[in-house]
């Protein structure tokens, strides 16, 4: 069964610091891969997902992601933290062959601190 | 173009009860996956639907439940609840059949059991 996990279940930086959120995968074959973010009381929101088209993927709100085959991971970044991007952020897997099932991994809340 | 739309947003029901949690995908969309967050146990899918047709599921009891209209609006029935049902459930929509199938998130349904 495809998995992810996230390191970090907390990161807390300072506004303008640099953002890295970790994520790797466990698939025998390359999987689609998301982040979504999600906001108090809130659903969850795409921010970059990875399909197979180009390593390096630009999200919303400044965010990139890099799929590493060798080290099967799909960390998140962002160059410079602001107030609003603390929120829990989600990594997930989607097997390909069909179906929209999604496999997440166990969140990291960000904290952003002046 | 409107969001997932899940009602109610709020719901407090009694252990022993049954309650049914609906939801109106994108328009368009024909996928609709349910999953359930909590905080022990994180996101976990439940079960989706495609045409009217249960096409993937979860490790969830038979005490969870669902299905689609025509419209592509589901609904998800919980019965005989559990205090640990308690958790907040997401609804998520896509348009089957493309190659991205990026899933959209309504804001979810908090369910409290007492």
């Known amino acids: 069964a495809q998995s992810v996990t996230q390191l970090g279940s907390h990161v807390s930086v300072s506004e303008g610091a640099l953002v890295l959120l970790r994520c790797n995968y466990s698939?025998?074959?390359?999987?689609?891969l998301f982040w979504y973010v999600q906001y108090p009381n809130q659903g969850l929101q795409l921010l970059l997902k990875?399909?197979?088209?180009?390593?390096l993927v630009k999200g919303i709100n400044g965010f990139e992601a890099e799929f590493k085959k060798s080290e099967t991971s799909f960390h998140l970044t962002k160059p410079s933290a602001h107030m609003s991007d603390a929120a829990e952020y989600f990594c997930?897997?989607?097997?390909?062959?069909?179906?929209?099932?999604?496999?997440f991994g166990t969140g990291t809340q960000l904290k952003v601190e002046l | 173009k409107a969001g997932v739309t899940q009602t109610p947003r709020y719901l407090i029901k009694t252990r022993g009860q049954q309650v049914t949690l609906s939801c109106s995908p994108i328009?368009?969309?024909?996928?609709v996956s349910w999953y359930q967050q909590t905080p022990g146990q994180g996101l976990q899918f439940l079960f989706e639907?495609?045409?009217?047709?249960?096409?993937n599921k979860g490790n969830f009891p038979g005490r969870f439940s669902g299905r689609q209209f025509s419209n592509s609006r589901s609904e998800m029935n919980v019965s005989t609840l559990e205090l640990g049902d308690s958790a907040l459930y997401l609804c998520?929509?896509?348009?089957?059949?493309?190659?991205?199938?990026?899933?959209?998130f309504g804001a979810g349904t908090r369910l409290s059991v007492l």
């Open positions: 639907y495609f045409s009217e047709t249960q096409r």
């Open positions: 990875y399909t197979s088209a180009a390593t």
């Open positions: 328009s368009g969309h024909r996928s």
């Open positions: 998520a929509s896509s348009l089957a059949g493309t190659s991205e199938n990026i899933q959209y």
């Open positions: 698939s025998s074959v390359p999987p689609y």
């Open positions: 997930a897997v989607r097997a390909t062959g069909g179906g929209n099932k999604l496999t």
